[in-house]
């Protein structure tokens, strides 16, 4: 009987630490697209200054490292350390490019967030829509909670994005992984420095 009572509470206080997270990282979120949303509408910023300012705004939610390292999958491990530290800073700049070459398209969207799950007690998943005046796009945040906080990063972190079923993550691993079938690491990085 006593074991069951102890479990029955082990249940009910991780179900309060999980709502505690995701309330923790639902505020975190709003917080970070709204100051995007002030960035993109503020016309006092040039392009550049503008961009910059919403990478540095996102840097602290997104682990776009472990983003670099999964998109590699098992080739990772064969890399130098200094190779895999090139790889990085190169696939970083392409995904912050990438970020900022969409914020050109922004048109008073919202992002709304429809469901947030916890499949693991390290995993979460935002499920959102950003919503325009006449069509809505689904996209899904997957965070993972880090062992060991990180300067300048919060605790829980994404490291992939769902825009209507298309894992960015899968894509560029199907991506690097053909480029890597015809050439090597070195043709890769190059693609990368463009």
Same mark, same amino acid.
């Given at each position: 009987?006593? /074991? !069951?009572? !102890?479990?029955?509470?082990?249940?009910?206080?991780?179900?309060?630490?999980?709502?505690?997270?995701?309330?923790?990282?639902?505020?975190?979120?709003?917080?970070?697209? @709204?100051?995007?949303?002030?960035? #993109?509408?503020?016309?006092?910023?040039?392009?550049?200054?503008?961009?910059?300012?919403? %990478?540095?705004?996102?840097?602290?939610?997104? @682990?776009?490292e472990l983003?670099?390292?999964? *998109?590699?999958?098992?080739?990772?491990k064969q890399?130098?350390?200094?190779? +895999?530290?090139?790889?990085?800073?190169?696939? =970083?700049?392409?995904?912050? &490019?990438?970020?900022?070459?969409?914020?050109?398209?922004?048109?008073?969207?919202? =992002?709304? %967030? &429809? @469901?947030?799950? +916890?499949?693991? *007690?390290?995993?979460?998943?935002?499920?959102?829509?950003? =919503?325009?005046? &006449?069509?809505?796009? /689904?996209?899904?945040?997957?965070?993972?909670?880090?062992?060991?906080?990180r300067d /300048?990063?919060? =605790?829980?972190?994404?490291? @992939?994005?769902?825009?209507?079923?298309?894992? %960015?993550?899968?894509?560029?691993?199907? +991506?690097? *992984?053909? #480029?890597?079938?015809?050439?090597?690491?070195?043709?890769?990085? +190059?693609?990368?420095?463009?």
């Amino acid at each position: 009987m006593t /074991n !069951i009572f !102890i479990k029955i509470i082990l249940i009910l206080s991780f179900g309060l630490v999980s709502l505690n997270a995701s309330n923790t990282v639902k505020k975190e979120f709003n917080d970070t697209f @709204d100051s995007i949303i002030e960035v #993109v509408k503020d016309s006092t910023l040039t392009k550049e200054e503008r961009n910059k300012k919403i %990478i540095d705004t996102i840097n602290p939610i997104f @682990d776009f490292e472990l983003m670099a390292k999964l *998109s590699l999958g098992k080739t990772w491990k064969q890399l130098s350390k200094d190779t +895999q530290e090139e790889f990085v800073s190169l696939y =970083v700049k392409r995904m912050k &490019n990438s970020y900022s070459a969409k914020i050109d398209g922004y048109a008073d969207e919202k =992002v709304i %967030i &429809n @469901d947030i799950t +916890q499949p693991k *007690s390290t995993r979460m998943v935002f499920y959102t829509s950003l =919503v325009g005046d &006449n069509d809505s796009i /689904n996209i899904e945040y997957k965070y993972y909670k880090t062992k060991i906080k990180r300067d /300048n990063k919060k =605790v829980w972190l994404i490291y @992939d994005v769902v825009i209507e079923g298309i894992s %960015i993550l899968k894509t560029d691993r199907a +991506q690097f *992984s053909a #480029v890597l079938k015809r050439g090597s690491i070195e043709s890769l990085m +190059q693609k990368l420095r463009g």
